[in-house]
Protein backbone atom coordinates (compact mmCIF):
# COMPACT_ATOMS: atom_id res chain seq x y z
CA UNK A 1 0.00 0.00 0.00
CA UNK A 2 1.47 3.70 -0.60
CA UNK A 3 1.49 5.64 2.22
CA UNK A 4 2.91 9.05 2.97
CA UNK A 5 3.92 9.08 6.78
CA UNK A 6 6.11 12.51 6.72
CA UNK A 7 2.86 14.32 5.43
CA UNK A 8 0.45 14.32 8.25
CA UNK A 9 -1.70 17.10 9.29
CA UNK A 10 -2.70 20.89 8.33
CA UNK A 11 -0.28 22.57 6.63
CA UNK A 12 0.35 26.20 8.07
CA UNK A 13 -1.45 29.11 6.59
CA UNK A 14 0.75 31.41 4.20
CA UNK A 15 0.51 34.98 4.69
CA UNK A 16 -1.80 36.09 2.91
CA UNK A 17 -3.50 33.15 1.60
CA UNK A 18 -6.82 33.10 3.41
CA UNK A 19 -10.29 33.44 2.87
CA UNK A 20 -12.11 36.73 2.85
CA UNK A 21 -14.88 36.96 5.79
CA UNK A 22 -17.29 36.08 3.44
CA UNK A 23 -15.85 33.00 1.87
CA UNK A 24 -16.70 34.36 -1.72
CA UNK A 25 -13.62 34.17 -3.78
CA UNK A 26 -13.25 35.36 -7.52
CA UNK A 27 -11.32 33.87 -9.95
CA UNK A 28 -9.03 35.34 -13.18
CA UNK A 29 -10.02 32.88 -15.68
CA UNK A 30 -11.43 31.89 -19.19
CA UNK A 31 -15.05 31.31 -18.39
CA UNK A 32 -16.54 27.81 -19.07
CA UNK A 33 -13.20 26.17 -18.99
CA UNK A 34 -12.74 23.25 -16.91
CA UNK A 35 -10.10 25.16 -14.35
CA UNK A 36 -12.79 27.27 -13.53
CA UNK A 37 -15.84 24.87 -13.29
CA UNK A 38 -13.53 22.24 -11.58
CA UNK A 39 -12.67 25.35 -8.94
CA UNK A 40 -16.36 26.03 -8.61
CA UNK A 41 -17.29 23.02 -7.90
CA UNK A 42 -14.79 22.36 -5.28
CA UNK A 43 -16.01 25.76 -3.52
CA UNK A 44 -19.39 24.55 -3.91
CA UNK A 45 -18.53 21.68 -2.37
CA UNK A 46 -16.79 22.81 0.70
CA UNK A 47 -19.88 24.85 1.40
CA UNK A 48 -18.28 28.46 -0.06
CA UNK A 49 -20.38 30.80 -2.00
CA UNK A 50 -20.14 30.71 -5.96
CA UNK A 51 -16.69 32.14 -6.82
CA UNK A 52 -17.02 34.98 -9.58
CA UNK A 53 -15.29 35.29 -12.81
CA UNK A 54 -12.75 37.85 -13.83
CA UNK A 55 -12.89 37.06 -17.58
CA UNK A 56 -8.93 37.47 -18.61
CA UNK A 57 -10.21 39.16 -21.81
CA UNK A 58 -11.51 41.86 -20.07
CA UNK A 59 -8.88 42.21 -18.05
CA UNK A 60 -6.76 42.41 -20.68
CA UNK A 61 -8.88 44.46 -22.57
CA UNK A 62 -9.14 46.99 -19.87
CA UNK A 63 -13.11 46.63 -19.65
CA UNK A 64 -13.10 44.85 -16.16
CA UNK A 65 -13.87 45.92 -12.68
CA UNK A 66 -13.69 44.40 -9.36
CA UNK A 67 -15.71 45.33 -6.33
CA UNK A 68 -13.75 46.35 -3.09
CA UNK A 69 -12.04 44.23 -0.90
CA UNK A 70 -12.51 41.48 -3.74
CA UNK A 71 -9.93 38.09 -2.81
CA UNK A 72 -8.85 36.83 -6.77
CA UNK A 73 -7.37 33.65 -7.64
CA UNK A 74 -5.29 34.01 -10.83
CA UNK A 75 -5.90 31.17 -13.13
CA UNK A 76 -4.27 30.40 -16.37
CA UNK A 77 -5.44 32.22 -19.38
CA UNK A 78 -4.40 29.40 -21.96
CA UNK A 79 -6.96 27.83 -24.46
CA UNK A 80 -8.56 30.60 -24.89
CA UNK A 81 -8.01 31.69 -29.19
CA UNK A 82 -9.90 35.06 -28.16
CA UNK A 83 -7.27 35.76 -25.36
CA UNK A 84 -4.42 33.99 -27.39
CA UNK A 85 -5.62 36.31 -30.33
CA UNK A 86 -5.03 39.39 -27.99
CA UNK A 87 -1.86 38.32 -26.61
CA UNK A 88 0.08 37.09 -29.61
CA UNK A 89 -1.86 38.68 -32.51
CA UNK A 90 -0.29 41.82 -33.13
CA UNK A 91 3.34 39.96 -33.68
CA UNK A 92 2.21 37.62 -35.60
CA UNK A 93 -0.02 39.58 -37.90
CA UNK A 94 -2.54 38.20 -40.91
CA UNK A 95 -0.82 35.03 -40.10
CA UNK A 96 -1.84 34.16 -36.76
CA UNK A 97 -3.66 31.14 -35.92
CA UNK A 98 -3.99 29.70 -32.31
CA UNK A 99 -1.98 26.38 -33.26
CA UNK A 100 1.37 28.92 -34.22
CA UNK A 101 4.45 28.33 -31.86
CA UNK A 102 6.08 31.60 -31.71
CA UNK A 103 5.01 35.20 -30.24
CA UNK A 104 5.44 33.59 -26.73
CA UNK A 105 7.42 36.41 -25.65
CA UNK A 106 4.87 38.67 -26.38
CA UNK A 107 2.15 36.66 -24.51
CA UNK A 108 4.70 36.69 -21.82
CA UNK A 109 4.88 40.60 -21.79
CA UNK A 110 1.07 40.89 -21.85
CA UNK A 111 -0.07 38.26 -19.21
CA UNK A 112 2.90 39.92 -16.66
CA UNK A 113 2.02 43.15 -17.64
CA UNK A 114 -1.83 42.62 -16.85
CA UNK A 115 -1.20 40.77 -13.41
CA UNK A 116 1.12 43.63 -12.28
CA UNK A 117 -1.88 46.00 -13.22
CA UNK A 118 -3.63 43.83 -11.04
CA UNK A 119 -1.97 43.62 -7.98
CA UNK A 120 -1.32 48.08 -8.28
CA UNK A 121 -5.33 47.73 -8.21
CA UNK A 122 -6.21 49.48 -4.52
CA UNK A 123 -7.91 46.60 -2.20
CA UNK A 124 -7.48 43.69 -4.33
CA UNK A 125 -5.71 41.46 -2.73
CA UNK A 126 -4.27 38.45 -4.86
CA UNK A 127 -3.74 34.84 -4.07
CA UNK A 128 -0.64 34.52 -5.72
CA UNK A 129 1.92 36.32 -6.59
CA UNK A 130 2.59 38.55 -10.29
CA UNK A 131 6.49 38.20 -9.68
CA UNK A 132 6.92 34.91 -9.02
CA UNK A 133 4.63 33.61 -11.70
CA UNK A 134 6.50 35.97 -14.04
CA UNK A 135 9.79 33.23 -13.40
CA UNK A 136 7.65 30.65 -13.57
CA UNK A 137 6.84 31.56 -16.94
CA UNK A 138 10.59 32.16 -17.52
CA UNK A 139 12.43 28.56 -17.80
CA UNK A 140 15.89 30.71 -17.28
CA UNK A 141 15.19 32.60 -14.61
CA UNK A 142 13.57 29.62 -12.92
CA UNK A 143 16.69 27.44 -13.69
CA UNK A 144 18.91 30.24 -12.33
CA UNK A 145 16.71 30.73 -9.03
CA UNK A 146 16.45 26.58 -7.87
CA UNK A 147 19.93 26.44 -8.92
CA UNK A 148 21.04 29.31 -6.44
CA UNK A 149 18.75 27.52 -3.82
CA UNK A 150 20.59 24.09 -3.92
CA UNK A 151 17.16 22.85 -5.13
CA UNK A 152 18.98 20.00 -8.02
CA UNK A 153 18.20 20.84 -11.61
CA UNK A 154 20.15 19.45 -15.00
CA UNK A 155 23.07 21.37 -16.44
CA UNK A 156 21.88 24.42 -18.22
CA UNK A 157 24.07 25.72 -21.95
CA UNK A 158 25.66 29.07 -20.20
CA UNK A 159 26.60 32.30 -22.14
CA UNK A 160 23.41 34.34 -22.73
CA UNK A 161 20.67 34.33 -25.43
CA UNK A 162 20.93 31.82 -27.77
CA UNK A 163 21.42 33.85 -31.59
CA UNK A 164 20.27 31.03 -33.35
CA UNK A 165 21.47 27.14 -34.85
CA UNK A 166 24.41 28.25 -35.78
CA UNK A 167 25.46 29.81 -32.36
CA UNK A 168 23.92 26.81 -30.29
CA UNK A 169 25.57 24.51 -32.25
CA UNK A 170 28.76 25.38 -31.49
CA UNK A 171 28.64 26.35 -28.10
CA UNK A 172 27.19 22.82 -27.27
CA UNK A 173 30.11 21.70 -28.99
CA UNK A 174 32.57 23.58 -26.84
CA UNK A 175 30.26 22.46 -23.55
CA UNK A 176 30.40 18.83 -24.41
CA UNK A 177 26.53 18.44 -24.48
CA UNK A 178 25.24 15.64 -27.03
CA UNK A 179 21.64 15.40 -25.60
CA UNK A 180 19.87 18.40 -24.99
CA UNK A 181 16.54 20.22 -24.49
CA UNK A 182 15.94 23.21 -26.08
CA UNK A 183 12.47 25.17 -24.88
CA UNK A 184 11.18 28.43 -25.58
CA UNK A 185 11.53 29.77 -22.16
CA UNK A 186 7.90 31.47 -22.06
CA UNK A 187 6.28 28.14 -23.41
CA UNK A 188 4.17 25.55 -21.69
CA UNK A 189 2.76 22.35 -23.00
CA UNK A 190 5.81 20.99 -24.77
CA UNK A 191 4.83 23.50 -27.17
CA UNK A 192 8.18 24.40 -28.98
CA UNK A 193 10.58 21.98 -26.97
CA UNK A 194 13.02 20.17 -29.12
CA UNK A 195 14.91 16.97 -27.90
CA UNK A 196 17.95 17.38 -30.03
CA UNK A 197 21.04 14.67 -30.03
CA UNK A 198 24.30 14.35 -31.92
CA UNK A 199 25.78 10.94 -33.01
CA UNK A 200 28.98 10.02 -32.83
CA UNK A 201 29.60 10.26 -36.40
CA UNK A 202 27.87 13.35 -37.22
CA UNK A 203 24.31 12.03 -37.06
CA UNK A 204 21.46 14.58 -35.67
CA UNK A 205 18.64 13.92 -34.33
CA UNK A 206 15.23 16.66 -33.13
CA UNK A 207 12.44 15.14 -31.76
CA UNK A 208 9.04 17.55 -31.34
CA UNK A 209 6.05 18.17 -31.40
CA UNK A 210 6.35 20.93 -33.73
CA UNK A 211 5.37 21.10 -37.48
CA UNK A 212 7.13 23.36 -40.26
CA UNK A 213 4.80 23.94 -42.76
CA UNK A 214 5.23 26.96 -44.79
CA UNK A 215 8.24 28.80 -43.19
CA UNK A 216 5.92 28.12 -40.00
CA UNK A 217 5.92 26.41 -37.09
CA UNK A 218 2.80 24.99 -36.19
CA UNK A 219 1.66 22.68 -32.26
CA UNK A 220 0.59 19.27 -33.45
CA UNK A 221 -0.48 16.19 -30.94
CA UNK A 222 1.74 14.25 -33.71
CA UNK A 223 5.51 14.04 -32.00
CA UNK A 224 7.90 13.81 -35.20
CA UNK A 225 11.66 13.59 -35.65
CA UNK A 226 13.96 15.54 -37.83
CA UNK A 227 17.00 14.45 -39.49
CA UNK A 228 18.15 16.91 -42.21
CA UNK A 229 20.48 19.92 -40.45
CA UNK A 230 18.78 22.54 -42.53
CA UNK A 231 15.34 21.54 -40.70
CA UNK A 232 16.72 21.51 -37.36
CA UNK A 233 18.17 24.69 -38.08
CA UNK A 234 14.93 25.99 -39.24
CA UNK A 235 12.96 25.32 -35.90
CA UNK A 236 15.86 26.62 -33.75
CA UNK A 237 16.31 30.14 -35.87
CA UNK A 238 12.54 30.65 -35.47
CA UNK A 239 12.45 29.63 -32.36
CA UNK A 240 15.56 31.68 -30.77
CA UNK A 241 13.89 35.27 -31.10
CA UNK A 242 11.15 34.31 -28.33
CA UNK A 243 14.20 33.09 -25.99
CA UNK A 244 15.58 29.67 -25.43
CA UNK A 245 16.51 28.07 -21.95
CA UNK A 246 18.80 24.71 -23.04
CA UNK A 247 19.46 22.08 -20.73
CA UNK A 248 21.23 18.93 -20.53
CA UNK A 249 18.90 15.82 -21.40
CA UNK A 250 18.69 13.81 -18.05
CA UNK A 251 17.92 10.22 -18.40
CA UNK A 252 15.24 9.00 -16.28
CA UNK A 253 13.61 6.58 -14.76
CA UNK A 254 11.89 4.13 -16.15
CA UNK A 255 8.40 2.42 -15.56
CA UNK A 256 7.45 -0.89 -17.31
CA UNK A 257 9.90 0.09 -19.87
CA UNK A 258 8.74 3.46 -20.48
CA UNK A 259 10.87 6.45 -19.25
CA UNK A 260 8.72 8.07 -16.53
CA UNK A 261 8.53 11.36 -14.69
CA UNK A 262 6.13 13.34 -11.94
CA UNK A 263 4.08 16.07 -11.28
CA UNK A 264 4.09 16.85 -7.85
CA UNK A 265 1.61 19.65 -6.65
CA UNK A 266 2.28 21.11 -3.76
CA UNK A 267 -0.33 23.45 -1.49
CA UNK A 268 1.13 25.68 0.81
CA UNK A 269 4.58 24.38 1.24
CA UNK A 270 3.76 20.60 1.28
CA UNK A 271 3.40 17.51 -1.39
CA UNK A 272 -0.18 17.01 -1.66
CA UNK A 273 -0.54 15.47 -5.09
CA UNK A 274 1.54 13.17 -6.97
CA UNK A 275 1.11 11.64 -10.67
CA UNK A 276 3.18 9.64 -12.14
CA UNK A 277 3.77 10.29 -16.52
CA UNK A 278 5.29 7.64 -18.50
CA UNK A 279 6.23 7.64 -22.40
CA UNK A 280 8.61 5.74 -24.99
CA UNK A 281 9.36 9.28 -26.07
CA UNK A 282 11.25 12.12 -24.41
CA UNK A 283 8.32 14.29 -23.66
CA UNK A 284 5.76 12.42 -21.22
CA UNK A 285 2.75 14.98 -21.65
CA UNK A 286 -0.33 13.00 -21.51
CA UNK A 287 -1.85 15.42 -24.98
CA UNK A 288 1.69 14.06 -26.66
CA UNK A 289 0.74 10.14 -25.96
CA UNK A 290 2.17 10.18 -22.51
CA UNK A 291 -0.20 7.74 -20.17
CA UNK A 292 -0.22 7.80 -16.07
CA UNK A 293 1.62 5.39 -14.38
CA UNK A 294 1.33 3.76 -11.46
CA UNK A 295 2.05 5.79 -8.16
CA UNK A 296 2.28 2.40 -6.30
CA UNK A 297 4.71 1.00 -8.61
CA UNK A 298 6.87 4.35 -8.30
CA UNK A 299 7.08 4.65 -4.44
CA UNK A 300 8.37 1.32 -4.77
CA UNK A 301 10.88 1.71 -7.19
CA UNK A 302 12.27 4.36 -5.38
CA UNK A 303 12.00 2.82 -2.12
CA UNK A 304 13.53 5.23 0.85
CA UNK A 305 14.34 7.84 -1.56
CA UNK A 306 10.54 8.24 -1.92
CA UNK A 307 10.19 11.40 0.88
CA UNK A 308 13.60 12.98 -0.48
CA UNK A 309 11.59 13.23 -4.10
CA UNK A 310 8.59 14.85 -2.50
CA UNK A 311 10.88 17.00 -0.54
CA UNK A 312 12.60 17.48 -3.65
CA UNK A 313 9.30 19.08 -4.90
CA UNK A 314 8.74 21.03 -1.92
CA UNK A 315 12.56 22.78 -1.77
CA UNK A 316 11.75 23.71 -5.23
CA UNK A 317 8.06 25.20 -4.51
CA UNK A 318 9.86 26.68 -1.50
CA UNK A 319 11.84 29.04 -4.20
CA UNK A 320 8.42 30.52 -4.41
CA UNK A 321 6.79 31.37 -0.98
CA UNK A 322 3.96 33.69 -2.48
CA UNK A 323 2.75 31.51 -4.49
CA UNK A 324 -0.02 28.69 -2.41
CA UNK A 325 0.18 26.23 -5.00
CA UNK A 326 3.00 24.68 -7.66
CA UNK A 327 3.31 22.13 -9.74
CA UNK A 328 6.64 20.73 -9.83
CA UNK A 329 7.85 18.26 -12.85
CA UNK A 330 9.79 15.85 -11.28
CA UNK A 331 12.44 13.64 -13.22
CA UNK A 332 13.74 10.45 -11.30
CA UNK A 333 17.18 9.00 -12.57
CA UNK A 334 19.51 6.69 -11.37
CA UNK A 335 17.00 4.01 -10.85
CA UNK A 336 14.89 6.09 -8.58
CA UNK A 337 17.21 6.74 -6.16
CA UNK A 338 18.11 10.32 -7.46
CA UNK A 339 15.92 13.46 -8.37
CA UNK A 340 16.17 16.57 -10.54
CA UNK A 341 13.63 19.51 -11.13
CA UNK A 342 12.57 19.71 -14.48
CA UNK A 343 10.35 22.88 -14.19
CA UNK A 344 8.04 24.82 -12.06
CA UNK A 345 4.51 25.41 -13.12
CA UNK A 346 2.35 28.39 -11.66
CA UNK A 347 -0.98 26.31 -12.99
CA UNK A 348 0.49 22.66 -12.50
CA UNK A 349 -2.83 21.79 -10.43
CA UNK A 350 -5.13 20.94 -13.42
CA UNK A 351 -5.02 16.79 -12.51
CA UNK A 352 -8.98 15.57 -12.99
CA UNK A 353 -9.67 12.47 -10.79
CA UNK A 354 -6.43 12.58 -8.58
CA UNK A 355 -7.22 12.81 -4.78
CA UNK A 356 -3.99 13.48 -2.10
CA UNK A 357 -1.60 11.24 -1.52
CA UNK A 358 -2.46 8.75 1.00
CA UNK A 359 -1.97 9.27 4.67
CA UNK A 360 -0.87 13.34 3.46
CA UNK A 361 -2.33 16.36 4.40
CA UNK A 362 -5.03 16.24 1.25
CA UNK A 363 -5.46 12.70 1.34
CA UNK A 364 -9.27 12.37 -0.06
CA UNK A 365 -9.14 15.76 -1.59
CA UNK A 366 -8.65 16.64 -5.01
CA UNK A 367 -6.15 19.51 -5.99
CA UNK A 368 -8.93 22.41 -5.85
CA UNK A 369 -10.41 21.40 -2.56
CA UNK A 370 -7.06 20.80 -0.74
CA UNK A 371 -6.07 24.28 -2.18
CA UNK A 372 -9.43 26.02 -0.69
CA UNK A 373 -8.47 23.70 2.80
CA UNK A 374 -5.50 25.57 3.19
CA UNK A 375 -7.18 28.55 2.51
CA UNK A 376 -9.37 28.00 5.49
CA UNK A 377 -12.28 26.15 4.14
CA UNK A 378 -11.63 23.30 5.90
CA UNK A 379 -8.23 22.09 7.77
CA UNK A 380 -5.89 19.67 5.37
CA UNK A 381 -6.49 16.13 6.67
CA UNK A 382 -10.03 16.34 7.67
CA UNK A 383 -12.71 14.15 5.88
CA UNK A 384 -13.72 15.21 2.58
CA UNK A 385 -16.98 16.53 1.50
CA UNK A 386 -20.04 15.54 -0.56
CA UNK A 387 -18.52 14.41 -3.40
CA UNK A 388 -17.91 16.22 -6.15
CA UNK A 389 -17.16 14.72 -9.85
CA UNK A 390 -14.14 16.60 -10.75
CA UNK A 391 -14.38 15.65 -14.71
CA UNK A 392 -18.22 16.53 -14.37
CA UNK A 393 -19.02 19.44 -11.71
CA UNK A 394 -22.63 20.88 -12.01
CA UNK A 395 -22.61 24.24 -13.65
CA UNK A 396 -23.62 26.86 -11.68
CA UNK A 397 -27.29 28.25 -12.30
CA UNK A 398 -25.97 31.91 -12.17
CA UNK A 399 -22.49 32.22 -13.16
CA UNK A 400 -21.02 35.35 -11.96
CA UNK A 401 -18.90 37.48 -14.61
CA UNK A 402 -17.20 40.78 -13.86
CA UNK A 403 -17.73 42.82 -16.92
CA UNK A 404 -17.44 46.61 -16.95
CA UNK A 405 -21.30 47.76 -17.23
CA UNK A 406 -21.18 48.25 -21.25
CA UNK A 407 -19.30 45.66 -22.36
CA UNK A 408 -20.96 42.19 -23.58
CA UNK A 409 -19.79 39.35 -21.36
CA UNK A 410 -17.46 36.74 -22.86
CA UNK A 411 -17.96 33.20 -21.71
CA UNK A 412 -16.98 30.32 -24.31
CA UNK A 413 -19.68 27.95 -25.37
Known sequence: MLTTPRATGPAPARAGHRLPPDGRLT??????????????????????????????????????????????????????????????????????????????AAWYAGVTAALRTLAATPGVRLLGDPEEIAVMFDKRRTHALL??????????????????????????????????????????????????????????????????????????LRVRRYQEERQVAELVDRLAP????????????????????????????????????????????????????????????????????LETAERAAACFPGSLTVGVDVLPTAAWRRTVVGEVNAFGDLLPRLTGLPEGPAEGLDTYAAQLAALGAAPLGAPPGPAVSPTHPTPPTHPTHLTHPNHPRTEKP
Open 242 to 309: DGLHVEQWVPKASQSGRSADLRVVVVAGRATHAVVRTSDRPMTNLHLGGARGSLELAREAAGPAWPDL
Open 27 to 104: VLGNPGHRRVTLFAAAARAAGLPEPAVLPWIDLLRGTHRLPPGAVLRIESPGEDEAVDALLRGPVLGADYAATRVEGG
Open 147 to 220: SAAGVPVPRALEGGAVAGWEDLRARLDAAGLRRVFVKPSHGSSASGVVALEFGPRGQLRATTSVELADGRMHNS
